[in-house]
C-alpha cells in the first residue's frame, strides 16, 4: 500500500494475510479456493494450517483488512525439513454450504461438513490397501467437485507413476467412500488441472504436462491426443460463461468456445 507519504510500504507481519506466511510454511504455489456458495465473501487458503476468511470483499486499509482464522491445524509431517506436508489442494462443494475438502502433499484427503465452524472435525478419507484401489501416495494437485451431484469427486496428483502405472486421476461416486482409477489412456505424468462442464457434467477435462486431454463420459475414456493448443503444460482452467480458457505455463491462456 502507499503510505501518507505516498511511499510503498509493506503490511506489519501481524497482517500478513495468513499467518503461516511468517514462517513460510505453505507450497510455493499455495491453494487458495473462493467459497462458490458465498457470494464472493469466502476464501480458504491452505498452507501447514486451513485458514479461512469470510471478509473477503472488506477493503484493504494500513490498519485493517479481511481478518483469517485457521480451521484445520497442521498435520504431522508438517515441519518436515526435507519434504513438508503442507496443505497443496482445497475443494469447496457447489451447493453443499461448509462442505470442504483439503488434500496434502504426501496424498492424504481430508473433509469437514463444518468449515463454518471455529473448530471444524475433519476426517480422513481412507485410503485401500489393496494395490489397484490405492491412491498415490504424491501431492494432490486438484479437488473437484461435480456441481450436479456433490457426491461425485474427482482428485488429481502430480509427480510421475512408478513403472508408466497411469494413476493421477481418481473419481468418487459415494463422497469418498469408494475410489476407481480413471486415469486410463491418459499420460503417465503429473496433472495441474482439472475442470467440469457446469453445462454437462460427462465432459470433463484435464490439463497436464502435456496439454488438455478430454472425457465424453466422466473419465471412463479420455482422446486419444491432446486437444488443446500444443505440447505444453496446462496449469489451470477458468469458465467465461460456454468458454473454456486455460492458462499455459510459458505459452499464454488459450479459450475454446464449448
Known amino acids: 500500500y502507499l503510505d501518507q507519504d505516498k ?3 509493506w503490511k506489519n507481519d501481524a497482517r500478513l494475510i495468513i499467518q503461516d ?5 505453505a507450497n510455493f504455489i499455495a491453494p487458495f479456493v473462493l467459497d462458490p456458495n458465498s457470494s464472493g465473501t469466502t476464501i480458504l487458503a491452505g498452507g501447514a494450517s486451513l485458514w479461512r476468511t469470510d471478509e473477503a470483499k472488506k477493503a484493504l486499509g494500513i490498519n485493517d ?3 483469517w482464522r485457521p480451521i484445520k491445524q497442521p498435520v504431522p509431517g508438517w515441519d518436515n525439513p526435507n519434504y513438508p506436508n503442507y496443505i497443496s489442494a482445497v475443494a469447496m462443494v457447489p451447493g453443499l454450504k461448509n462442505v470442504a475438502w483439503v488434500g496434502y502433499n504426501n496424498g492424504d484427503i481430508y473433509f469437514t ?4 465452524q471455529p473448530n471444524p472435525t475433519w476426517t480422513k478419507i481412507p485410503n485401500p490397501t489393496t494395490k489397484a484401489l490405492r491412491r498415490p501416495s504424491r501431492m494432490v494437485t486438484r479437488i473437484v467437485a461435480d456441481s450436479k451431484d456433490p457426491k461425485v469427486m474427482f482428485v488429481t496428483y502430480g509427480g510421475y507413476s512408478q513403472s508408466q502405472a497411469r494413476d493421477n486421476v481418481w473419481r468418487t461416486k459415494d463422497g469418498g ?3 476407481a482409477n480413471i486415469s486410463g489412456t491418459l499420460p503417465a505424468a503429473p ?5 467440469i462442464n457446469p453445462q454437462n457434467s460427462r465432459f470433463v477435462y484435464v490439463g497436464n504436462v502435456f496439454g488438455i486431454f478430454a472425457s465424453e463420459d466422466g473419465g ?3 482422446s486419444l491426443s491432446n486437444e488443446g493448443p500444443t505440447n505444453t503444460a496446462v496449469d489451470d482452467f477458468v469458465w467465461i460463461g460456454n468458454r473454456l480458457v486455460a492458462a499455459t505455463h510459458g505459452r499464454g491462456a488459450w479459450a475454446i468456445d464449448l
Open 21 to 25: 506466511s511468517k514462517g513460510q510454511t
Open 7 to 9: 511511499n510503498i510500504a
Open 191 to 195: 496433472v495441474f488441472a482439472f475442470t
Open 65 to 67: 483488512g479481511p481478518q
Open 177 to 179: 467412500h469408494n475410489w
Open 220 to 222: 471412463e475414456h479420455w
Open 113 to 116: 461438513e463444518h468449515a463454518d
